[in-house]
């Protein structure tokens, strides 16, 4: 169902509202029978757009709140989150920063509700990776991320005045002898990167960047 207006070819052309055969609504612009410019989709589950659309896609700003009670408001490139934009999960998590193919991606904040701790730095396809700081009530690191965890050397800056560095270092798994009625194809489990702390400091500048202004 469409009532709205239309070009001299009969397409959706200027504004309208249209119900879809699958039960979800559109009220807004179109451009030759697309969703194009400023409109709002509301879909049966409870989800709803908001924002601009180009052909169709969600393209330029827009607030897309998730029938769990998260949201999304922020930039978009042909249906996915890409650009700039902050993210309020359901859990009262939130992610401020950037985004590419629907994932947290370059450098942004993530703040965790329940501990009130926050990790500022760089992210790869959703993934805490790169320079990053994670900052806790009394307490901070500073150091490097691989793969959502922290690796190699960084320091603890404690709001007391001093500073513990060291490095974090991934331990090697060791194997055990195998029993055998154990099933040899589990995969081991990642071990924890362990803390090692080299010296105990006043307040220093350093940053992880330092370390590669000093690399050959």
Known sequence: EYEGDRNSEGQRHGFGKARLPNGDTYEGEYENGLRSGHGTYRFKNGALYTGDYLQNKKHGKGVFFYPDGSKYAGDWVHDQRQGYGEYLYAN????????ANNKRHGQGTYVYKQTGSKYVGCWVNGIQDGPAELIHLNYRFKGRFLNGKPLGRGKFIFDIGCE?????????????????????????????????VSEITKLTPWSPHDEELLAP
């Open 92 to 99: 009262g998590d939130t992610y401020t920063g950037e985004w």
């Open 164 to 196: 513990q560095h060291g490095e974090y270092i991934q331990p090697v798994q060791v194997k055990e002898i195998e029993k055998e009625e154990e099933d040899e194809d589990e995969p081991p489990l990642p071990l924890e990167p362990v803390w090692k």
